[in-house]
């Protein structure tokens, strides 16, 4: 086997003692991640509002500086109405007002409406800073449950709805709070300035106060649970049709190739006319509600006007005054019409921040803190008795397979489709974990492992090689960190990939597109094989990954794979018995059982099951 001269920092492909086909250089690390705060202690669904609340991570004097800004930019709201009674009493010559009170009054608006403009710019840099804040933690939390969570919760879960929920329900949660702290702010605070200088100047009008307007906040009582539903209902509608459009773009070749687009458009429009429905059911509910809070307020407003005109017209409360009470009362009004308008989108942020934590709260994780990590992989693997039973089955899809591989073997795994091969290959790399029996790996039980450490020293090749939208070098050293060059070019060498790099326009540099559709399944293979390659792991694990291709792409990604495996603990899930030529041990599958396992002599020598399946290739 060739070796590949070092770069210029000692790196490059060479042979160790053993055979073992390694990258020579400085030590491939993965790639740091940032760490953020949890949100363990601050997100609680049964709790959205409440949550939300924790999610902006201020302290009580951050928020007091906020509300202080928010006091200074709305005091031409305060003083207006002053300046409106204060301008009606000097009309009277009765009042003890002069011109200097009315021009100290305007004084003092005009001052306030000039302070208005940079004391609001800067109160919204906080709080753009704050909806940012948690609308960027919102996401990052998902996406590290996300990396946490089981590979169970992947199967089950849809890509579209889990894609719906990092995007518009976060986009939901900032939406409202943007709402809440520009408008429910003003409106919490205009109730409570209206109401003390109502009290401090009339306390028997306040008391009227107090008792009218949370009339208009019953309505919410009324229409509250239906919203709720109809939220509920619209979100779910439009998760379902976010993950069936996903779908429908990953068909369209398969789509076009039977021509069958009508199918694939009334299946879509079917989804969409859903989300229409919903939403507008949504929408007609949420403008009764609307109009019945409007039209409350109305009335209730009215009858502040004849309350405070009686009492005007019985000597308790001047002209001048009846114009405050007024004032003060519709700023009241138009308060609690801001409130009750932003319930509808309280009520999407609330639905949001539940549906969130269907992923956030979710207990399906991966049970990793506290187990023992693993520095160091000899590559000794056995399994003993080990059983497996998928949720929501009543038949076992392994049973009782024992087996054991020494570091540096190569185990191959055959049979027919459904036998067990590539569950036994998951609970090797931990996505799984045995309903019965254990595994052991260098004499430890794999319960007892943190598999995040283990997986550092895996590596895996598919059928299904999995690519994104960067460049080809970005693929090869995907989640590594200061790889040299010369360590990319020794395993494109070694993975046979020159001619790929060659054929490309920029060459390393060349972006591949999503998932590299433009690659041949042999290409897309290599490509796997140098991605494992420069990890330098201790075991590979290569399931059917040359059973797609053509001849000549199946002997370059053989002769790759032959040194990747070199001195490496291999485990090989095959239905091409042409592929395990270098297998030190065959496991026949079937039914979920291992019904025969030895070298390949000894299992032809039985002219059992392995005899028969090598028999039906040739």
Known sequence: M???????????????????????????????????????????????????????GLRWWQWAGVYTLFLLKN???????????????????????????????????????????????????????????????????LVRRLQQLSIAFHNDS?????????LRDVEQVEQFGNQFMQMGLQALTMIAVSLAITTVRDPWLALFYVVA????????????????????????????????????????????????????????????????SKGYRLDIYNALFQSSTWVTLQVTQLVSLVVTGLMCWHGHLTVPDVVLYQALFAQMIMAVNMLLSMYPQLARGMESMRSLGEVLECPDLERNIGKRSVSSVAGAVEFQEVGFTYRNRQDPALMNLSFQAQPGQCVALVGESGSGKSTAMNLLIGFLRPTSG????????????????????????????????GTLKENITYGLEEVE??????????????????????????PLG????????????????????????????????????????????????DRLITGRSTFIVAHRLSTIRNADLVLVMRGGRCVEQGTQEELMALGGEFSRLKSLQH
């Open 213 to 276: 307007t949370p009339i208009c906040i019953l309505l919410v009582a009324v229409f509250r649970a239906r919203i709720r539903r109809y939220n509920r209902d619209y979100r779910q509608s439009v998760e379902v049709m976010t993950a069936r459009v996903g779908e429908m773009i990953d068909m369209i070749p398969v789509t076009r190739a039977h021509g069958i687009e009508s199918h694939a458009i009334a299946m879509i429009e079917e989804r969409l006319e859903t989300v229409r």
């Open 75 to 141: 005091l031409p709201v305060w003083l207006t109405p002053a300046a409106v009674a204060m301008t009606i009493a000097i009309l009277d010559p009765a009042t003890p007002y002069g011109l200097n009170d009315l021009w100290l009054v305007w004084g003092y608006l005009l001052g306030a409406l000039a302070l208005n403009i940079p004391t609001h710019v800067w109160y919204m840099s906080h709080v753009s800073r704050c909806n940012r804040g948690v609308e960027q933690r919102l996401r990052a939390a």
């Open 485 to 510: 060059d010369a360590q990319v070019e020794a395993v494109i060498h070694a993975a046979n990939l020159q001619d790929v790099v060659a054929g490309l326009p920029q060459g390393l540099d060349t």
């Open 158 to 166: 849809e890509s579209g709805r889990i894609q719906a929920k990092v």
């Open 514 to 561: 999503e998932h590299g559709v433009q690659l041949s399944g042999g290409q897309r293979q290599r490509i796997a094989i140098a991605r494992a390659l420069i990890r330098d792991p201790q075991i590979i694990i290569l399931d059917e990954a040359t059973s797609a291709l053509d001849v000549i792409s199946e002997r370059l990604v053989q002769e790759a794979i």
């Open 2 to 56: 060739p070796s590949f001269p070092p770069g210029p920092s000692g790196e490059g492909v060479g042979i160790s003692n053993s055979g073992r086909l390694v990258i020579l250089g400085r030590n491939r690390q993965p790639a740091r991640t940032t760490t953020h705060r949890t949100l363990d202690r601050a997100y609680d669904a049964r709790y959205p509002f409440k949550s939300l609340l924790l999610l902006y």
């Open 438 to 469: 254990r595994i052991l790996l260098d004499g430890q039980d794999m319960e007892e492992l943190d598999m995040r450490t283990f997986r550092r020293s895996v590596a895996v090749v598919s059928q299904h090689v999995m690519l994104f939208g």
